[in-house]
């Protein structure tokens, strides 16, 4: 259901404001900067509550908004002359406001769900077992990625031969049922695995020598990150409780936004953390944006959601060759690999600017639009009538999604459309969906290395933090777009993003560099840390 919204939530919003991506960039731009201030936060929340009410509780949550979401879209879809014309069209404006606020809060209580359940339930699941964590990693991310092609599927192709109304109903109703499914299946992993329940500083040192080596001898400079086995957990003893006054209430959240960003800074994997947020820097991935610029070169939702399911296809694909080369090269050098494989097909997406097709035109200025929209005192934009819409085709021709038109940028004779101008857009989802095997494996070393270098007792905080340097660069990913709507200056935006990619990339090289020194490229190499646990059970002792 959540893998559905995602994929429907842009559609809707170019659908709904026209030829334009500046509601889908504000969408992203709201869902960034809460996550980016509150991650900090919900991630304290998740390490100061039992696992099991904080999974249900978020669950409930994005469940319940999505639900609510799709029940004020069909409204506005089904009502949508009406809006427009009560109250000078600022109804249909409130309309937008409460959908992208609720969707917001859908998506930080995902981000919640995350927290919990990738970075916590699962080190405790997989147990003293590196090589099992690795492979509950990879299967997570598999079953994500096909999510990610099934979900698309669906909602796509009732969007094309149905309606958006009913893609929102449907969307409604198959969140409304997964909530119940889903609800049960934590409840019966909570009960299987009984150390779930046990969340205690007193656990913090034994379950970190779990994921640690069995001897620390066996620690070797060709995989130099060191596990954290020793922490002084007095400052987490039980204390007397204090009556808090009103202030030290007020800066609590200040506090400890403050205490996990400088906590952040001081992992040892601090930069291959910020390597992975660098990455959320780029338009060049299924997101609105990019889902909402396919569209208004002439892309159905179905033939989007052909796409998003090749792209999760080649993320599965990512996940199979993380575990091989962890196997084969060590973890860190994984990461190094994934990089290097992700950079180079993304090159193809920089190509494809200057192919034929490509609408990047410099002359056009990126504010043209919402200066026509906020100077120019130009009326809400309208949505076409179904009667008067047709069918969206494969064109290389504009598509006027304000009127439903479809006449080419030039519609001279001699201009008519040719297929030749595909080029562009072919080489483009090209390299993102080939880049998806690269950026999988990439992101699958980094959530690993997090795992193994947090202790319990800051996981929550820590990871949430991740999540809000990840955030703060998708946040200016967003207001990029925000900068410049048009699709003329698309561009010029997969050229910065393929430059953000390159330097996220040569922050992980550093970190992997300070880690390994000289035998960072001494590849084909086992992780020894891996023959320690394949060793017999009787030559296997924690120390």
């Not at 077992?129 to 997570?140: C, E, G, Q, V």
């Not at 109304?165 to 409304?176: K, R, V």
């Not at 084969?328 to 994984?334: A, E, P």
């Not at 200056?489 to 997969?494: D, K, N, T």
Request: glycine share 8%; proline share 5%; hydrophobic share 50%.
């Amino acid at each position: 259901g959540d893998r559905m919204w995602h994929f429907a939530v842009s559609v809707f919003l170019v659908e709904l404001y026209g030829n334009s991506l500046l509601l889908t960039a504000v969408y992203g731009l709201v869902v960034a900067g809460s996550v980016l201030l509150l991650g900090a936060i919900i991630g304290d929340w998740v390490d100061k509550n039992s696992r099991l009410k904080v999974a249900q509780t978020a669950l409930v949550v994005q469940n319940a908004s999505v639900i609510l979401c799709g029940v004020i879209l069909m409204i506005i879809f089904l009502f949508k002359t009406q809006l427009l014309t009560l109250y000078h069209g600022w109804l249909l404006t409130v309309c937008y406001i409460l959908v992208i606020t609720i969707a917001n809060i859908a998506n930080l209580a995902s981000t919640a769900t995350a927290i919990t359940i990738q970075r916590d339930w699962i080190v405790v699941v997989a147990g003293e077992d590196r090589s099992k964590l690795a492979d509950m990693n990879a299967t997570i991310r598999r079953i994500d990625q096909l999510t990610n092609i099934l979900a698309p599927m669906a909602v796509g192709q009732i969007m094309t031969f149905g309606s958006p109304m009913i893609g929102c109903g449907f969307i409604s109703g198959w969140n409304l049922m997964s909530m119940c499914v889903e609800y049960l299946l934590l409840w019966k992993v909570y009960q299987k695995t009984p150390t779930l329940a046990l969340k205690s500083a007193k656990l913090e040192e034994s379950e970190l020598k779990q994921l640690n080596v069995k001897k620390e001898s066996d620690m070797k400079p060709s995989e130099g990150v060191q596990l954290i086995v020793e922490k002084d957990v007095s400052g987490f003893e039980p204390q007397e409780e204090k009556e808090i006054g009103c202030a030290a209430r007020i800066a609590e959240p200040f506090i400890t936004f403050r205490d996990g960003w400088v906590a952040y800074y001081n992992q040892p994997v601090f930069l291959a953390g910020m390597g992975l947020a660098f990455l959320y820097m780029t338009v060049l991935g299924f997101d609105c944006i990019t889902t909402g610029y396919a569209y208004t070169q002439g892309l159905s939702g179905s033939v989007l959601s052909l796409l998003m399911g090749a792209s999760a296809v080649t993320g599965i694909m990512g996940t199979v060759a993380f575990t091989w080369l962890r196997r084969k090269c060590g973890l860190i050098r994984t990461g190094l690999i994934s990089g290097i494989a992700q950079f180079a097909c993304l090159i193809l997406c920089a190509i494809s600017v200057f192919m034929p097709g490509s609408p990047m035109d410099l002359t056009v200025s990126p504010f043209a639009d919402i200066s026509a929209r906020l100077f120019e005192s130009e009326p809400l934009p309208t949505i076409a009538s179904p009667e008067d819409k047709p069918e969206m085709v494969f064109a290389t021709g504009m598509p006027n999604l304000l009127n439903g038109s479809t006449t080419p940028a030039n519609s001279d004779a001699e201009m008519s459309p040719e297929p030749v101008p595909l080029i562009s857009v072919s080489l483009l989802f090209a390299g993102v969906i080939a880049a998806r095997v690269g950026l999988w494996s990439f992101d699958l070393t980094v959530t690993q290395l997090l795992q193994e270098n947090v202790v319990e007792s800051e996981r929550g905080i820590i990871n949430g933090v991740q999540n809000s340097m990840n955030y703060l660069l998708d946040l200016l990913h967003f207001i990029m777009v925000i900068l410049a709507p048009n699709p003329e200056a698309f561009g010029v935006l997969v050229l910065i993003s393929v430059s953000f990619v390159a330097m996220g990339h040569i922050m992980y090289f550093r970190f992997a560099q300070k880690t390994l020194g000289k035998q960072l490229f001494v590849c084909c190499t086992p992780d020894p840390k891996e023959v320690a646990d394949s060793s017999p059970p009787g030559n296997t002792s924690t120390v």
